[in-house]
T-cell receptor, first 115, second 109 residues
Framework: NAGVTQTPKFRVLKTGQSMTLLCAQDMNHEYMYWYRQDPGMGLRLIHYSVGEGTTAKGEVPDGYNVSRLKKQNFLLGLESAAPSQTSVYFC??????????????FGAGSRLTVL | AQSVTQLGSHVSVSEGALVLLRCNYSSSVPPYLFWYVQYPNQGLQLLLKYTSAATLVKGINGFEAEFKKSETSFHLTKPSAHMSDAAEYFCEGNTPLVFGKGTRLSVIA
């Protein structure tokens, strides 16, 4: 039972490069989320999805794009990476929506460094 | 929109001592509240959740939290700290998916 799988686990980019983080879940969850974690800032929501084909902005969406073409996958893209995007990125999924008693299942994280 | 505030970015306790991690929420409606734990280099795991069924909620690893509406609090406690409890703890309110900034718990032998 894999749960939520994030790839890659580590990545180093140069400023201006692009990349995509992949999140895959095998629990048939409708809702998926991308967070970034920075020291002293806790987790901040970047984007989320309430179902296949839908996405919505979270607290810190600038500089990121997302897509949910398949229910089990949620992609986070950086079109032109900046040093401020150096962070640990977490994907999560849930069976209930943001307004419900939704328990989040998290991936192990993807550590991104932008030089 | 709801917000949660965790008081204290770092808490240090002796092994065997009481653990108290504080979380206050602001909301005009009864919230759903959660505590998650993050061990080093791992994702977050659910410790416990409050969904209005009971004000005292028991979670995994001996942790519990009490919802107090009059104090808008949802503090996390454990009677006796163990070395394995050293981790970062996050309080979360789900409207809309707001996490506190986290409290790092250190346990001293």
């Amino acid at each position: 039972n894999a749960g939520v799988t994030q790839t890659p686990k580590f990545r180093v980019l140069k400023t201006g490069q692009s990349m995509t983080l992949l999140c895959a879940q095998d629990m048939n969850h409708e809702y998926m989320y991308w967070y970034r974690q920075d020291p002293g800032m806790g987790l901040r929501l970047i984007h989320y999805s309430v179902g296949e084909g839908t996405t919505a902005k979270g607290e810190v969406p600038d500089g990121y794009n997302v897509s949910r073409l398949k229910k089990q996958n949620f992609l986070l893209g950086l079109e032109s990476a900046a040093p401020s995007q150096t962070s640990v990125y977490f994907c999560a999924s849930s069976s209930e929506g943001p307004a419900g008693a939704n328990v989040l299942t998290f991936g192990a994280g993807s550590r991104l460094t932008v030089l | 929109a709801q917000s949660v505030t965790q008081l204290g970015s770092h808490v240090s306790v002796s092994e065997g001592a009481l653990v108290l991690l504080r979380c206050n929420y602001s909301s005009s409606v009864p919230p759903y509240l959660f505590w998650y734990v993050q061990y080093p280099n791992q994702g977050l795991q659910l410790l416990l959740k409050y969904t209005s069924a009971a004000t005292l909620v028991k979670g995994i690893n001996g942790f519990e939290a009490e919802f107090k509406k009059s104090e808008t609090s949802f503090h996390l406690t454990k009677p006796s700290a163990h070395m394995s409890d050293a981790a970062e703890y996050f309080c979360e309110g789900n409207t809309p998916l707001v996490f506190g900034k986290g409290t790092r718990l250190s346990v001293i032998a």
